[in-house]
């Protein structure tokens, strides 16, 4: 159902770039819409640092109601987020939510923008994530989309004068937002960006605040109102058939990888715009006050207008194609215009609306999916007119080069088809997300071409140009070149068309332990990406691993086939950290390159290629025991790693768990947030007490305090609280205040090494309060707080032991943290220094 109103929306709002999707036909009131939106010129930019801070409200309204021209600048593409859709995480789940934002755009009608910042997990305030970012350089980026995008008013969703309230990038964005407003027009401030930018000046700054800033509805009907602007933004388009907060909520319903699928909101409601700068608007609810937002904004445009407006108001919604030559007339005379800015980007509306008017159908296409560098395709020309216009088709260029040259009259209705072969040059890009090219660091990407900041994807490697003669007059209109292919259970689909590698190879484990010297055999899977692909692999590593072969040839007859090569690898004797990188020869190619694909329905398929490596650890690490009993909680990738170092892990089915059905295991494992998602838990908390109850060991992950207060009268033992207590700098010191206990002996000796190289947080969610049977462990804090002593805690209980942990094992084990695996092994290690009675009788 959510796939059919998506589908019929498209066809209501054309606006936002067209990238490699089903060509969208437009009505006449989606070209009277188009139109309105041709005769604003005035410009907005909506600023925030994650998919889905965006108030896809205020977007709407801004695009459809006030027509501008609306862009949203997030300044991440939401990286260190969770995936509730499927498996992508970390640099693709920023590629699945930067498609997600394209989506919710083209919906709502806006454009997309981006800086370099990365989306590093949570922060909690402003000072540490800017010193991860980099201020100067995301400042920067912010300035550029400024000068680029040259808004009259720019919207922040978040205070920057409240920081530690929020998300450190929340207030981050705001508190950069702030200072880009100013230096866009200081010709002093990042000059370097000046070779290929204006300077800029906005008009006027907001901050797009609600009574929740304000702490309660009481203290916001009181507050002082003098300073903000309101909108309706249930605005009701008949034109379009659909309320404002109606676009609204499909818009924000496209973030599905967390969750933001949710029912339309109509009727009137208000949203508040507060001025921080520039002047007060008399108007309270005209954002545009004051600002020249019609053609005679531009030098030479009043011309341009008067036959604009005219068109406007005497609109023929029964046959549009009646506007086709004043259209063209207004596109001649836009061509004089000096002003680069507004002739690039009023020609480029002008050109889809005169296609639109005219029912004019043009595309270019191929029937295979990719190609390599080097190799010939077949890419198919259409064109067909439908209107009775005197329309020619002179050329068709593709990048640029002119490769069919025969002018043909494009009569009513009559198909034109072509086929083309062309060469892919062989200097021609992979097909990648652009920021994924080169490694960043922990806080931004690394873009090698500057031109390519800020933009929302790669830009596609093939495009056709139709020179097309309208009534004499020149019109080049551009077509990304797709792939269109039909399938009996899904109908027509246009996908991007992808240029990759002939080969890519893939290390099945990202991160490989070895808990002692024994060799690991290693398979590594070729892909042809052509037929008749063959040369060698070849893998690459460290000092103290040995390969039994450093190289091995592969041969594959047929593109889309794969071959898995076996080496044998050997870990150094004593502890050692190292990446084991496979690269593909052909013919003098190197490609250490994974190929990675992403695809959902909601969003164009996703080619990524990423480094194909692996992380290699060699621990030297003690066990007790070897049988555990695993519980999913909300998913996480703990149970692997726990084979990785030799457990035996047997994942339990909460419904499977009875009286004695824990016995065998040697410690009982809770996967992250299990008693916040798992149901089936209030039913067996009492056999999981029990089972440590007689000598067994439970582990329990953490848990965010709330919903199964409700069922759950406790989840220990014994009293503990949970709070929100996080410690997110995982370079945060670590005090052991336990130094005695077996946790932190036995039967790995733990110490503060033990805590180097953690990733992304040390921890969420420890509780603040317990009984005195527990034993707290560890102590930590961010900077500038109040140290949490939370982290683990373990109580013995009957004649076994309960631990709880908020410590981020789900991270730091799949990215392959020596410390974290010797400490967790000791978790599952209580108990078992003086094999306990239960181990006798095991024998
Ligand atoms: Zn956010």
């Known amino acids: 159902m959510r796939r059919i109103t998506i589908f019929l929306l498209m066809g209501i709002l054309f606006i936002g770039p067209s990238f490699a999707q089903t060509p969208k036909n437009h009505s006449p009131a989606d070209i009277f819409h188009e139109i309105q939106k041709l005769n604003f010129l005035g410009t907005a930019l909506y600023i925030a640092a994650h998919p889905d801070d965006e108030n896809t409200r205020l977007i709407s309204y801004l695009s459809n109601h006030v027509h501008a021209r609306t862009g949203y600048l997030s300044l991440t593409r939401g990286d260190g987020g969770q995936n509730l859709i499927g498996p992508e995480l970390r640099e693709l789940l920023g590629v699945l939510r930067t498609q997600e934002l394209l989506a919710a755009r083209r919906v709502d009608g806006g454009e997309q923008l981006f800086t370099r910042a990365v989306d590093f997990g949570y922060s909690k305030n402003p000072k540490e994530t800017l010193e991860i970012w980099d201020k100067e350089l995301i400042l920067g980026d912010v300035v550029t989309a400024i000068r680029k995008f040259k808004p009259d008013v720019i919207v922040n969703r978040f205070d920057h004068r409240s920081p530690g309230t929020t998300h450190g990038h ?49 203290k916001f009907e009181q507050a002082d109102k003098t300073k903000l602007l309101n909108v309706d933004i249930g605005t009701y388009y008949p034109i379009l058939g659909m309320s404002n907060n109606e676009i609204a909520s499909l818009a924000s319903s496209q973030h599905l990888c967390q969750g933001f699928g949710r029912l339309s909101s109509r009727g ?68 004089k215009i000096n002003d680069d800015h507004w002739r690039e980007l009023k020609s480029k509306e002008l050109k889809a609306i005169i296609e639109d008017v005219a029912g004019l159908h043009l595309e270019a296409f191929t029937t295979q999916a990719f190609s390599n560098p080097g190799e010939s395709i077949e890419l198919n020309l259409e064109a067909v007119n439908r209107s009775n216009a005197d329309i020619v088709l002179e050329s068709v260029s593709v990048n640029g080069e002119k490769l069919l040259i025969e002018s043909t009259d494009l009569k009513y209705n009559e198909l034109f088809k072509k086929q083309l072969k062309i060469t892919i040059p062989n200097t021609t890009n992979y097909t990648s997300p652009y920021w994924l090219m080169v490694k960043g660091t922990l806080g931004t990407y690394t873009v090698t071409d500057s031109e390519l900041i800020g933009k929302p994807e790669t830009p596609r490697a093939f495009k056709a140009t139709f020179n097309l003669l309208f009534d004499g007059v020149n019109i080049p209109i551009t077509k990304n070149v797709s792939y269109k292919y039909g399938r009996p259970d899904k109908g027509e689909i246009y996908q991007p068309f992808e240029i990759v590698p002939k080969a890519t190879s893939m290390l099945k484990d990202k991160v490989l332990i070895f808990s002692d010297g024994t060799p690991k055999q290693i398979p590594v899977t070729v892909k042809a990406h052509k037929d008749h692909v063959s040369g060698k692999v070849r893998l690459e590593i460290g000092d103290g691993w040995i390969l039994d072969s450093a190289t091995q040839p592969f041969s594959i007859e047929k593109k889309g086939d794969e071959q898995t090569l076996v080496f044998t690898l050997t870990p150094p004797a004593t502890e050692n950290e190292s990446y084991l990188t496979s690269i593909v020869s052909i013919d003098g190619e190197n490609i250490s390159k994974e190929l990675v694909t992403i695809a959902y329905d909601h969003i164009p398929t996703q080619t990524v290629l990423m480094p194909s490596e692996a992380k290699v650890v060699r621990l030297d690490i003690q066990k007790a025991g070897q049988h555990i009993g695993y519980i999913m909680g909300a998913g996480d990738d703990v149970p692997t790693s726990l084979e990785q170092i030799g457990y035996t892990v047997h994942i339990i089915n909460p419904t499977d768990i009875d009286e004695n059905s824990l016995d065998k295991y040697d410690a009982v494992v809770l996967g992250i947030r299990a008693y916040n998602v798992v149901d089936e838990l209030s039913f067996k908390q009492r056999y999981i007490l029990e089972y440590a109850k007689n000598g067994g060991t ?76 527990f034993t707290p462990i560890l102590e930590m804090k961010d900077e500038g707080e109040k140290a949490t002593k939370g982290s683990l805690l373990i109580a013995p209980y009957g004649e076994g032991h309960y631990i709880y942990t908020g410590l981020s094992f789900f991270r730091e084990l799949p990215a392959g943290v020596p410390g974290a695996y010797k400490l967790f092994s000791n978790m599952l290690s209580v108990g078992k220094d003086n094999l306990s009675k239960k181990e006798q009788i095991k024998g």
């Open 170 to 218: 929340h207030t981050s964005s705001a508190m950069l937002s702030m200072e880009a407003f100013d230096l866009a027009n200081d010709p002093k401030a990042f000059s370097d960006q000046l070779e290929n930018t204006d300077t800029w000046q906005p008009k006027r700054l907001f901050f797009n605040t609600s009574w929740w800033f304000y702490g309660s509805q009481e």
């Open 268 to 335: 009137t409601e208000e949203e508040y715009l507060e001025l921080l700068k520039g002047d007060l608007p008399q108007n309270k609810s005209d954002l545009f006050e004051g600002i020249n937002t019609t053609w005679t904004r531009m030098a030479g445009g009043t011309e341009i207008g008067a036959i604009l407006d005219k068109v406007e108001s005497q609109f023929n919604f029964k046959d549009p194609s009646v506007h086709l030559s004043d259209l063209v007339k207004a596109y001649q005379l836009l061509q």
């Open 698 to 773: 439970v582990i329990v992950q953490y848990n965010t305090a709330g919903r199964w207060a409700d069922q759950f009268e406790n989840i220990a033992p014994y009293d503990l609280q949970i709070s929100r207590d996080r410690v997110t700098n995982e370079n945060s010191e670590v005090k052991i205040i336990a130094q005695d206990h077996q946790l932190v002996n036995y039967p790995n000796k733990i110490s503060s090494n033990d805590f180097n190289g953690w990733v992304q947080e040390r921890g969420l969610y420890f509780p603040d309060s317990w009984s005195k049977e």
